[in-house]
């Protein structure tokens, strides 16, 4: 069945620094979803990704989504301690019979 | 405009019980789909209902069921449960649901069901 990796599962950066985290798949994906849980809450959309080697941009934090449609990164500039938190990719399903995989998550640890 | 919301937040169940979640979707949204988040397996779906069918169902035992009522609100069910059945379990609505491939998923709060 579809499956979608998520690396690495932790990253400590310094504030300041940057970050990225990477969806993997084995095969095509529809489009795929960023979410951003904060410790303690709940997953809160961030961008969806349609169409092939699109790149979308929100402030610090920029999405790709690879040519193949098979890999998706998020990287976010100059890391600020309210960036702390786990993100999560998200592959809807392709039809109604398959179900939405999320990644596994990476979570993100600031130090000051 | 209201968000997704869950009751109860936390609660404390023994081997065997059952346990019953509520999830209030956002107003007009008719998708209402459940998941289960654990620190090792991650974010895994449960189910989906659309306009009070259940339109996808994922790899948990029968144990695990569901319905959502005319207004949308939807229960999930766990019956018998067992110590692995500890988790945070939310709920998202969508106004075009998970299945339709569309659309961004607004999570709840989450009920953590702790199994003692």
């Known amino acids: 069945g579809q499956q979608v990796m998520q690396i690495p599962q932790y990253q400590h950066v310094q504030e300041g620094e940057d970050f990225t985290t990477y969806c993997n798949s084995s095969?095509?994906?529809?489009?795929i979803q960023w979410y951003k849980q904060r410790p303690g809450g709940h997953p809160v959309f961030l961008i969806q990704l349609v169409k092939s080697g699109e790149v979308k941009k929100q402030k610090r934090l920029t999405f790709q989504f690879g040519e193949a449609k098979k890999n998706s990164s998020l990287h976010i500039t100059a890391t600020q301690t309210t960036d702390v938190g786990t993100y999560f990719c998200?592959?809807?399903?392709?039809?109604?019979?398959?179900?939405?995989?999320f990644g596994k998550g990476t979570r993100l640890h600031i130090l000051p | 405009k209201a968000g997704v919301t869950q009751t109860p937040r936390y609660l404390i169940k023994t081997r065997g019980q059952q346990v019953t979640l509520s999830c209030s979707p956002i107003?007009?949204?008719?998708?209402v789909s459940w998941y289960q988040q654990t620190p090792g397996q991650g974010l895994q779906f449960l189910f989906e209902y659309f306009s009070e069918t259940q339109r996808n169902k994922g790899n948990f035992p029968g144990r695990f069921s569901g319905r959502q009522f005319s207004n949308s609100r939807s229960e999930m069910n766990v019956s018998t449960l067992e110590l692995g059945d500890s988790a945070l379990y939310l709920c998202a609505s969508s106004g075009t649901g998970v299945a339709t491939n569309t659309g961004e998923l607004f999570f709840g709060e989450g009920s953590r069901l702790t199994v003692l």
């Open positions: 107003s007009g949204h008719r998708s």
């Open positions: 095969t095509t994906l529809s489009n």
């Open positions: 998200a592959s809807p399903p392709l039809n109604r019979d398959d179900k939405i995989i």
